[in-house]
């Protein structure tokens, strides 16, 4: 039975949120999207700048790797690793 769709807030200011900053972690066998933030474009700057400084603090163990925050575009229904990269965004907060 599939899920009915629902709107995803930004955690931020509470408008509908369009974008997800993430980063691909593995630990060598599994590859995952870990959230930082889910935002609307309007805070999407501060997210990415919170999220590359949470990212310096990352301590990962032998074997993981976890790469620098980047920007996803939310689509209903998509899973993380159907979402498209938005790299054009990711230069927003340098």
């Known amino acids: 039975m599939a899920m009915p769709p629902y709107t995803i807030h930004c955690q931020a200011c509470g408008a509908k949120a369009s974008l997800k900053v993430a980063s691909h972690w593995s630990d060598g066998e599994t590859r995952e999207l870990k ?9 999407l700057d501060a997210a990415l700048k919170m999220a590359k400084a949470r990212h310096l603090h990352c301590q990962v163990l032998p074997g993981e790797s976890i790469e620098p925050p980047g920007v996803w575009e939310l689509g209903a229904g998509k899973s993380s690793g159907a979402l498209v990269r938005r790299p054009d965004l990711e230069n927003a907060s340098q």
Do not use: N, R
């Not at 959230?35 to 805070?43: A, E, G, H, K, L």
């Open 35 to 43: 959230t930082y933030s889910i935002v609307c474009d309007s805070c």
